[in-house]
């Protein structure tokens, strides 16, 4: 099993930057791919960001050039570089993993609680 645990999240203004992180607790973490995921006020949950276990990545066409996913295998630790933020981005951000690659699909196993990120215009 894993624990994920969101950190990084606040209130900036638009075109300003963030970086959250996700920090995992349990065994064979370099074994999982993860993904972060968004969630905004009466909307569904949309996929970001994943890494696959090899360290390939994908991105929603939304944040493309923007955001970085990446992780430190070493720290056990997730992160999403936000760049050029933008109102839109406003939404709860949650963490995510599995063995299993669903890249932005939400089918993930494990889920942290969430962090919030509200960009202001």
């Known amino acids: 099993q894993v624990q994920l645990v969101e950190s990084g999240g606040g209130t900036v203004q638009a075109g300003g930057s963030l970086r959250l992180s996700c920090a995992a607790s349990?065994?064979?973490?370099?074994?999982?791919?993860m993904a972060w995921f968004r969630q905004g006020p009466g909307q569904e949950r949309e996929g970001v960001a994943g890494?696959?276990?090899?360290?390939?990545?994908t991105y929603a066409d939304s944040v493309k050039g923007r955001f970085t996913i990446s992780h430190d295998n070493a720290k056990n630790i997730l992160y999403l570089q936000m760049n050029s933020l933008k109102p839109e981005d406003t939404a709860m951000y949650y963490c995510?993993?599995?063995?299993?690659?669903?890249?932005?699909?939400?089918?993930?196993?494990?889920w942290g609680q969430g962090t919030q990120v509200t960009v202001s215009s």
């Open positions: 995510a993993a599995d063995l299993i690659n669903w890249w932005l699909l939400a089918k993930y196993v494990y």
């Open positions: 349990g065994d064979s973490y370099s074994s999982y791919c």
């Open positions: 890494i696959d276990d090899d360290g390939d990545t």
